[in-house]
């Protein structure tokens, strides 16, 4: 498996590659590799530093899939707190959880430069790094997520289907971060030709990145695009469901809600309902209890070999930047109106939270 990287790089890509570099053993690790769970160091204390709680995913479904795999494991799970989107709250996070000794650090990073000198400090204390969900530029890490190209796609895939022609805008991630880049040329891998016929057009200004993920924001952006259009925009794709939420008020406001064609990312709850309600084409899932789950098991493999090239399933590849590295990704999949069922049967969602305000036998699952 390989992670399918965008043609141009990010800036970060090029500052501080070098801070991989630090001791290459945890401390009171084993030389054995890709030990089963149950057999991890008696001494395992995995820490994790969280970027934000903001995204309902996070605290809901990645947390209990680490804590859940680490226990299995007889591990310890540290958290370092809700890291509030903030850097400097983030690097704080890290320096607590190096100070308790922790044996592997789990870092879903706020900002990926920012967060640099934390990582270095990391790896210099000889505890090993899992990216979780966020890519970091070093070779020293293991980048693990799910395949955010294919997220694109797919999320471009089920709104042109639903909406072959006119006008779209798009609403990106942080620009400070790499997924953003991912989830654009996962997108561009089905809009390019649509593009180039002139069957989809997007207008100037209609392509916005969008500070800290947030609802308010992508709000803010998709009503200017309206007002700057004249409410003349037909698809919109959304990089995730939060702020799809925003998006879906700003056209909400303007009767567009459902007419306008959009597509988000992340499976939360809100979404789903909207798939099961018609004013969300799609939300891509990916199984964040899943990434969790993988997140503890490749965590209590470190403990007994820091080395991340060894842990089960990591595959060789390179960094936005170009930097080899090893990463493991998790498959995605495309949740509309006709397959809710897989949600559902899942657990990852109730009949209730799908179906509400859903006529019934409108959709299956309802």
Same mark, same amino acid.
């Given at each position: 498996?390989?992670?399918?990287?965008?043609?141009?790089?990010?800036a970060?890509? %090029?500052?501080?590659?070098?801070?991989?570099?630090?001791?290459?053993?945890?401390?009171?690790?084993?030389?054995?590799?890709?030990?089963?769970?149950?057999?991890?160091?008696?001494?395992?204390?995995v820490?994790v530093?969280?970027?934000?709680?903001?995204?309902?995913?996070?605290?809901?479904?990645d947390?209990?899939?680490?804590?859940?795999?680490?226990?299995?494991?007889?591990?310890?799970?540290?958290?370092? @707190?809700?890291?509030?989107?903030?850097a400097?709250?983030?690097a704080?996070?890290?320096?607590?959880?190096?100070?308790?000794?922790?044996?592997?650090?789990?870092?879903?990073a706020?900002?990926?430069?920012?967060?640099?000198?934390?990582?270095k400090?990391?790896?210099?204390?000889?505890?090993?790094?899992?990216?979780?969900?966020?890519?970091?530029?070093?070779?020293?890490?293991?980048?693990?997520?799910?395949?955010?190209?294919?997220?694109?796609?797919?999320?471009?895939?089920? %709104?042109?289907?639903?909406?072959?022609?006119?006008?779209?805008?798009?609403?990106?991630?942080?620009?400070?971060?790499?997924?953003?880049?991912?989830?654009?040329? @996962?997108?561009?891998?089905?809009l390019?030709?649509?593009?180039?016929?002139?069957?989809?057009k997007?207008?100037? @200004?209609?392509?916005?990145?969008?500070?800290?993920?947030k609802?308010?924001?992508?709000?803010?952006?998709?009503?200017?695009?309206? !007002?700057?259009?004249n409410?003349?925009?037909?698809? %919109?794709?959304?990089?995730?469901?939060?702020?799809?939420?925003?998006?879906?008020?700003?056209?909400?406001?303007?009767?567009?809600?459902?007419?306008?064609?959009?597509?988000?990312?992340?499976?939360?709850?809100?979404?789903?309902?909207?798939?099961?309600?018609?004013?969300?084409?799609?939300s891509v899932?990916?199984?964040?209890?899943?990434?969790?789950?993988?997140?503890?098991?490749?965590?209590?493999?470190?403990?007994?070999?820091? #080395?991340?090239?060894?842990?089960?399933?990591?595959?060789?590849?390179? !960094?936005?930047?170009?930097?080899?590295?090893?990463?493991?990704?998790?498959?995605?999949?495309?949740?509309?109106?006709?397959n809710?069922?897989? %949600?559902?049967?899942?657990?990852?969602?109730?009949?209730? #939270?799908?179906?509400?305000?859903?006529t019934?036998?409108?959709?299956?699952?309802?």
């Amino acid at each position: 498996m390989s992670i399918r990287k965008p043609a141009a790089f990010l800036a970060i890509a %090029v500052i501080l590659a070098a801070c991989g570099g630090g001791a290459s053993t945890a401390p009171g690790a084993s030389a054995t590799a890709g030990a089963p769970a149950s057999q991890a160091a008696a001494a395992c204390k995995v820490g994790v530093a969280w970027a934000t709680f903001q995204e309902q995913r996070y605290g809901l479904r990645d947390e209990p899939g680490i804590k859940a795999a680490l226990a299995a494991g007889g591990a310890e799970y540290m958290s370092g @707190g809700d890291g509030q989107n903030k850097a400097e709250v983030q690097a704080s996070q890290i320096a607590t959880l190096i100070a308790a000794k922790i044996n592997v650090l789990v870092l879903n990073a706020v900002d990926p430069v920012a967060v640099l000198p934390s990582l270095k400090a990391a790896l210099d204390a000889g505890i090993p790094v899992i990216a979780y969900d966020r890519e970091l530029e070093s070779s020293k890490v293991l980048f693990l997520t799910h395949d955010n190209v294919l997220v694109g796609h797919l999320i471009a895939d089920a %709104v042109t289907k639903a909406q072959p022609t006119g006008n779209y805008a798009i609403i990106k991630g942080d620009k400070t971060q790499t997924n953003p880049i991912f989830l654009r040329q @996962g997108m561009e891998e089905v809009l390019a030709p649509l593009v180039a016929s002139g069957a989809i057009k997007i207008p100037a @200004g209609a392509e916005q990145f969008t500070d800290g993920w947030k609802a308010e924001n992508a709000q803010a952006e998709m009503e200017q695009i309206l !007002t700057a259009n004249n409410n003349n925009i037909q698809g %919109v794709l959304s990089e995730n469901d939060n702020m799809a939420t925003g998006a879906v008020a700003a056209l909400t406001a303007q009767g567009l809600a459902g007419k306008v064609k959009i597509g988000g990312q992340d499976g939360d709850t809100f979404a789903l309902n909207r798939v099961a309600l018609g004013t969300q084409v799609v939300s891509v899932w990916k199984n964040a209890t899943e990434l969790g789950d993988a997140a503890g098991k490749a965590a209590l493999e470190l403990c007994k070999n820091p #080395d991340v090239s060894k842990v089960t399933g990591a595959t060789a590849t390179k !960094t936005t930047g170009g930097l080899a590295s090893f990463s493991l990704l998790l498959k995605p999949i495309a949740i509309t109106k006709d397959n809710l069922q897989v %949600v559902l049967d899942a657990k990852w969602i109730t009949v209730a #939270d799908l179906c509400k305000g859903v006529t019934a036998g409108s959709v299956k699952g309802c």
